[in-house]
């Protein structure tokens, strides 16, 4: 299979063209994101990315987490999708629809010397209903809500970017035990479908330090859909402006939460790594 690595604020994920004659067996697909993600015995990667054309959208995005799961929406994956279909002659177009299991979204590439540098992605609606983010819960909307995780008690924003995600805000990133509260929030009760959590803490109105625990891939060094969660997690609470640096340990991005017409703006850089083929 031949694949291109690719990374966005160091979020890797190999990605795979399927526009033409490469195909996976749809059931073998979660083996097969196990199987290249694996950092010692395979390519080593988040996930797993399948880019398919698509009757609604220039592309289709298909993207699974490195335990094999399918994820409905990825931030950091779209941006390199916008950059692969451009860089390898898919498309010349410059702005570019992506279909994915959470609705099309509009990406604008910016192009130096030939290749894409930078995406900007129309990130569409939070939603905040419980049931579909979803959450077990009998409020309207959770915002500051209280959790009892490993005997203490953390305070979760929620809401859904395309795929779930809880926010939690920390006095300080860096003291965090997430390799150890990552999971219990990932798997509570709460959260029938797992979620996405993410660390934040507050430097200014106009920027914040994230760290994430990824449903079905652990810690990983930043995710686009949860700088965008965070950003709105902020604003809710009134933490923040709505246009936010987000410092993830992989790198930066700009989030704009535009709340009149509840719509989230991401803008981060998209990198090929390298390119190979692995036998299956
Ligand atoms: N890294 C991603 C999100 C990937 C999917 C997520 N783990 C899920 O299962 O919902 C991003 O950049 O948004």
Redesign the pocket.
């Known amino acids: 299979m031949k694949f291109t690595k690719m990374q ?2 160091g ?1 890797d ?1 190999v990605y795979v063209d399927c526009t033409k004659n490469q195909e996976i067996e749809i059931d073998n697909i979660p083996h097969v994101a196990r199987q290249v993600s694996d950092r010692h015995y395979g390519i080593g990667s ?2 797993l990315i399948l880019i398919k054309p698509s009757q609604k959208a220039d592309f289709f995005m298909d ?1 699974y ?1 490195n335990d094999g ?10 941006r390199c999708v916008g950059k692969y279909v451009y860089d390898y002659c898919l498309t010349d177009k410059k702005q570019v629809k992506i279909e994915t299991l959470s609705g099309i979204k509009t990406l604008d590439l910016t192009i130096d010397n030939g290749k894409v540098s930078q995406v900007t992605v129309d990130m569409g609606n939070p939603i905040f209903a419980p049931e579909k983010i979803p959450v077990i819960s009998d409020k309207e909307i959770l915002v500051n809500e209280p959790i009892i995780i490993g005997g203490k008690e953390y305070k979760i924003t929620c809401l859904s ?5 809880a926010v939690v805000f920390v006095e300080n990133t860096d003291d965090i035990p997430i390799e150890t509260i990552g999971p219990l929030f990932e798997n509570h009760e709460m959260f029938p479908d ?3 959590t993410e660390f934040i803490q507050v430097i200014n109105r106009n920027h914040i330090k994230m760290r ?1 625990w ?4 652990g810690e ?1 060094l ?7 969660a965070s950003v709105v997690a902020c604003v809710l609470n009134g933490l923040t402006e709505d246009e936010v640096k987000v410092s993830l340990l992989g790198g930066d991005l700009h989030i704009r939460y535009d709340k009149d017409n509840n719509l989230v703006y991401m803008t981060g850089p998209a990198v090929t790594v390298f390119e190979g083929e692995i036998q299956l």
């Not at 970017?161 to 995600?165: D, K, L, R, S």
């Not at 990824?214 to 891939?217: A, N, P, T, Y």
């Open positions: 966005g604020c979020n994920y988040d996930g993207m987490n799961s399918r994820g409905k929406m990825c931030g950091n994956g779209i970017m395309g795929n779930p995600h797992r979620v996405n994430v990824e449903r079905g891939s990983t930043a995710c686009g859909t949860g700088a965008c």
